[in-house]
């Protein structure tokens, strides 16, 4: 079992999802990193806020990913299949304390 991607098209469907869930809300912002797309169709009621670059303590995520990259270190796959099934590994073994003790910042 591996994760899917996560892509422009698959992104606007997510929009298009939340913006229904929450169509009574008057706004929803949404906080992201800079990964941008000009094919983004975000709905009327969604702002995006960009996170600065290069600022892993506003991006909690950049600790899980340097997390993964250590438990990936030194190995190599045969097949992309391999690896995305190990990275899917990984990220089903974290406990919630752990997940927490590597996105928390002081």
Same mark, same amino acid.
């Given at each position: 079992?591996?994760?899917?991607?996560?892509?422009t098209?698959? @992104? *606007?469907?997510y929009?298009?999802?939340?913006? &229904?869930? @929450? /169509? *009574? /809300?008057? !706004? %929803?912002?949404? !906080?992201?990193?800079?990964?941008? =797309?000009?094919?983004?169709?975000v709905p &009327?009621?969604?702002k995006?806020e960009? %996170?600065?670059?290069?600022?892993? /303590?506003l *991006?909690h995520?950049e #600790? #899980?990913f340097?997390? !993964?990259?250590?438990?990936?270190?030194? #190995?190599i796959?045969?097949?992309?299949?391999?690896l995305? *099934?190990?990275? =899917?590994?990984?990220? @089903?073994?974290?406990?919630?304390?752990? !997940?927490k003790?590597?996105? =928390?910042?002081?």
């Open positions: 079992m591996y994760i899917s991607y996560l892509d098209v698959c @992104f *606007n469907k929009l298009k999802q939340l913006s &229904k869930r @929450f /169509e *009574n /809300e008057k !706004i %929803i912002v949404l !906080i992201m990193d800079n990964a941008k =797309s000009k094919k983004l169709k &009327k009621n969604i995006i960009y %996170i600065p670059p290069y600022l892993p /303590e *991006n995520q #600790r #899980r340097k997390d !993964i990259k250590k438990c990936l270190k030194n #190995r796959f045969d097949l992309l299949e391999e995305k *099934n190990k990275v =899917s590994e990984i990220l @089903f073994s974290y406990t919630n304390e752990q !997940i003790s590597l996105v =928390s910042y002081s």
